[in-house]
């Protein structure tokens, strides 16, 4: 009598990678955060050594209302940049209905009117510049212009650099064949960069409009 060994079948074991776009993308963001921490560094040294009132006349020409307003704005670009990463992630790149039903609006929707949003944000800082300017406020004119052209230039110029990354993945989306996993995938990383940059201003923002 013989005995056979009876084997199980092998079971494929399929182990889910994280994209390592996304890692690396997490990664920067990480270095950029240092970046910003320096930034506020720069700004609470300044603050502390600063005569305080000359200090406070300075942050007494700000424009906390028109500033609150364009925050609001950039602040609401965050939701509208989640909603194209959703259709990102459903595969849809263009709306399926009427412009106005926003349930079957695609990445190429949420996504400009995210880019409108953040340019907007842009055109109102560039505005309060102006202003300030106006009354006096240069760069060089106290500790305190010193410091605040420097952390709100800088962010400034880091929603550019995402202005500029949202047109980059709606060309892509607009000349793919097929809207895939390679797209989704800017999407998000987009995404994380942008709500990034959102809360590095909501932070910047408590700071330099609220305490005083």
């Known amino acids: 009598m013989s005995s056979h060994a009876t084997t ?24 950029e955060l240092m970046f910003f921490a320096g930034l ?12 305080p009132g000359e200090w406070a006349a300075s942050t007494d020409l700000l424009n906390l209302p028109f500033a609150t307003v364009n925050t609001t704005i950039l602040i609401l670009s965050s939701f509208t940049c989640q909603f194209g990463v959703i259709a990102a992630q459903r595969h849809q790149a263009r709306r399926t209905g009427s412009l106005w039903n926003l349930r079957q609006w695609g990445l190429q929707e949420w996504f400009t009117l995210t880019f409108i949003m953040g340019a907007v944000f842009i055109g109102g800082q560039v505005t309060e510049y102006a202003e300030l300017v106006e009354h006096g406020l240069m760069i060089s004119t106290s500790s305190f212009g010193s410091v605040f052209y420097l952390t709100t230039g800088f962010h400034g110029l880091h929603v550019v650099g995402g202005l500029i990354a949202f047109l980059f993945v709606l060309g892509s989306s607009f000349v793919a064949g097929r809207f895939g996993h390679r797209e989704e995938v800017r999407a998000h990383v ?3 960069y942008w709500h990034f ?16």
Do not use: E, K
């Not at 506020?40 to 005569?51: E, K, L, M």
């Open 8 to 31: 199980a079948p092998s079971a494929h074991v399929s182990v889910d990678r994280p994209n390592l776009t996304q890692v690396g993308t997490i990664v920067w963001l990480s270095s």
């Open 40 to 51: 506020f560094a720069i700004y609470f040294t300044h603050r502390s050594v600063s005569d």
């Open 190 to 192: 987009v995404s994380y």
């Open 197 to 212: 940059v959102d809360v590095i201003w909501v932070a910047l923002f408590f700071v330099i409009y609220f305490l005083r």
